[in-house]
């Protein structure tokens, strides 16, 4: 079955940066668009960023570009986000996503089909 496995998340302060991975299995994970999403404490869950299958088409929502990139690693079915230039309204509950279709870039949370447990960013002064 799929899983998703996230880590990398932890406290920081304002400024600093942030590596979360994602381990996934069960699927032919160089063949799908991944995603992040996050949830911020007590809002809905947001669509962060995508990439396609091939590593080489990336989106970002208009809130992290510029801080966040996204990358994979096909050979490792690892989905990695790199943050950085961290603020306090990046903290939320970061979540790895796998694409339901497997072609284009997930554009919107609900494109994506499973979700991992999810690793918690917290920056705070």
């Known amino acids: 079955q799929v899983q998703l496995v996230e880590s990398g998340g932890g406290s920081v302060q304002p400024g600093e940066s942030l590596r979360l991975s994602c381990a996934a299995s069960?699927?032919?994970?160089?063949?799908?668009?991944m995603g992040w999403v996050r949830q911020p404490p007590g809002k809905g869950v947001e669509w962060v960023s995508a990439?396609?299958?091939?590593?080489?088409?990336?989106k970002y929502a208009d809130s992290v570009k510029g801080r966040v990139t996204i990358s994979r690693d096909n050979a490792r079915s690892t989905l990695y986000l790199q943050m950085s230039s961290l603020k306090s309204e990046d903290t939320a509950v970061y979540f790895c996503?796998?694409?339901?279709?497997?072609?284009?870039?997930?554009?919107?949370?609900?494109?994506?089909?499973?979700r991992g447990k999810g690793t918690q960013v917290t920056v705070s002064s």
């Open positions: 996503a796998k694409a339901r279709r497997p072609y284009g870039l997930a554009g919107a949370t609900d494109e994506f089909d499973y």
């Open positions: 990439i396609d299958s091939g590593g080489r088409s990336t």
């Open positions: 069960g699927f032919t994970f160089s063949g799908y668009s």
